[in-house]
């Protein structure tokens, strides 16, 4: 059970592209999201948090216009990377906590690997 | 701001062997901690999970503690296998929070 699934696993595109990235909780009601970004041989970092219907908290430094995170059903959350640039290449991994458990696990998703040319 | 430090970064050992792997975080007012395991291009498996008020956990193989006084963790795996090969990271949550604070990783190799 708490299967979090994500989608696509890999994407390449050309720099100045948006890239969507889809975060769902297949069996089960999430109360919240994560998105993490991680660089290689670097820890995850959080990029934001959200909550289903209300709008994302970004972490400082973060650039909210950036990265456009909707959060329209309590089983998904998408990541929005606008005009991606190399430099936004990464691995992006996000999570759920499952509703009415606070402070407990979080169960992540298989992570998303982002190449810009 | 709370930091949290694995060490060492990488270990290699034969299979069979006993192993420690370290975790310590600079903050020790923390709800939980957490180890988690990552293969190569994948997300992040859960592992254990420590109670600020607990001493340690058991599953399986692995055993962890935890000396929140100190600001430290310890991840002890028995009898490692060649399967055991992965990333394993450990992460801390701050009271009143459920975010997430990553060390950077231990990368475990099994030789057979």
């Known amino acids: 059970g708490a299967v979090v699934s994500q989608h696509p696993s890999w994407v390449i595109c050309k720099s100045g592209t948006s890239v969507k990235i889809e975060c769902r909780s297949l069996?089960?009601?999430?109360?919240?999201m994560f998105w993490y970004r991680q660089f290689p041989k670097q820890s995850l970092m959080l990029m934001a948090t959200?909550?289903?219907?209300?709008?994302?908290?970004?972490e400082q430094g973060v650039e909210k216009d950036k990265f456009l995170i909707n959060h329209a059903s309590l089983t998904l959350s998408t990541l929005t990377v606008t005009s991606a640039h190399p430099e936004d290449s990464s691995f992006y991994i996000c999570?759920?906590?499952?509703?009415?458990?606070?402070?407990?696990?979080?169960?992540f998703g298989d992570g998303t690997r982002l190449s810009i040319l | 701001k709370q930091e949290v430090t694995q060490i060492p970064a990488a270990l290699s050992v034969p299979e069979g062997e006993n192993l420690v792997l370290n975790c310590s975080f600079t903050?020790?007012?923390?709800?939980?901690l957490q180890w988690f395991r990552q293969d190569p291009g994948k997300g992040l498996t859960s592992l254990l999970l420590?109670?600020?008020?607990?001493r340690e956990q058991t599953s399986g193989r692995l055993n962890a503690s935890l000396d929140k006084s100190s600001g430290r963790s310890t991840l002890y795996i028995a009898a490692s296998q060649p399967g055991d090969s992965a990333t394993y990271l450990c992460?801390?949550?701050?009271?009143?929070?459920?975010?997430?604070?990553f060390g950077k990783g231990t990368k475990l190799t099994v030789n057979p």
């Open positions: 999570s759920a906590t499952i509703i009415g458990q606070a402070y407990q696990p979080q169960h």
């Open positions: 069996d089960f009601q999430a109360t919240t």
């Open positions: 959200s909550n289903e219907g209300s709008k994302a908290t970004y």
């Open positions: 903050d020790s007012a923390i709800y939980n």
């Open positions: 420590i109670q600020s008020s607990q």
């Open positions: 992460a801390v949550t701050q009271g009143g929070s459920e975010k997430l604070v």
